[in-house]
């Protein structure tokens, strides 16, 4: 495999993204590929990048999320393991390519996980990461009001296919965001 420099992919993800808080989203999705890579004994930077540029098309091209995609990381010769992660967080949703390795599987399932981590650190009194508990995290994941956009089955299913219990995915995928929070926008007043 050919890796994907993480000063490439952040050069690609800022031409195709300009929102401040669909960047933040890539960071905080990096953030924690890159804390599940360490856990896995993987490559931190590959599994970064993926979390970096699963998104790529979004802000551009929502009607073709994931397609547009390829089509731009196909263009610009980026190896296909980018590629192939990058589409299956969308399985079931707007792609039928189904996570396969470690790496695809938890992108599919911290994607949504961190959106719901980075909503409720914004409504909590410190807006930071760095003091947040699983607890909060599981009782605002059961709220369906809060976050709304927030899809719980795929967050579930993942959590199933990774074989790993939802609280460890909760915890592990705040740690990996708590590592990079100023980054992220989520060190609040702490």
Request: overall charge negative; aromatic content about 6%.
């Amino acid at each position: 495999m050919e890796k994907l420099s993480r000063e490439d992919a952040w050069e690609l993800l800022c031409e195709y993204t300009k929102t401040p808080a669909l960047r933040k989203h890539a960071l905080a999705v990096e953030a924690a590929m890159a804390h599940f890579a360490r856990l896995n004994g993987e490559d931190e930077e590959v599994w970064g990048v993926v979390g970096l540029l699963h998104d790529l098309d979004y802000e551009k091209y929502p009607e073709e999320h994931c397609h547009k995609a390829e089509e731009i990381m196909s263009e610009r010769e980026v190896d296909e393991i980018y590629i192939r992660a990058m589409k299956t967080h969308g399985y079931g949703i707007c792609t039928e390519v189904k996570p396969e390795s470690q790496m695809e599987k938890t992108l599919f399932t911290i994607d949504e996980l961190t959106g719901l981590i980075n909503a409720l650190c914004l409504m909590r009194p410190s807006k930071s990461v760095l003091d947040l508990e699983v607890k909060s995290v599981k009782k605002k994941f059961k709220d369906k009001s809060f976050a709304a956009g927030v899809n719980r089955e795929v967050i579930i299913k993942g959590c199933e296919m990774l074989g790993i219990d939802l609280d460890e995915v909760m915890r592990e995928t705040i740690e990996g965001m708590k590592e990079r929070a100023e980054e992220i926008g989520l060190k609040g007043a702490l």
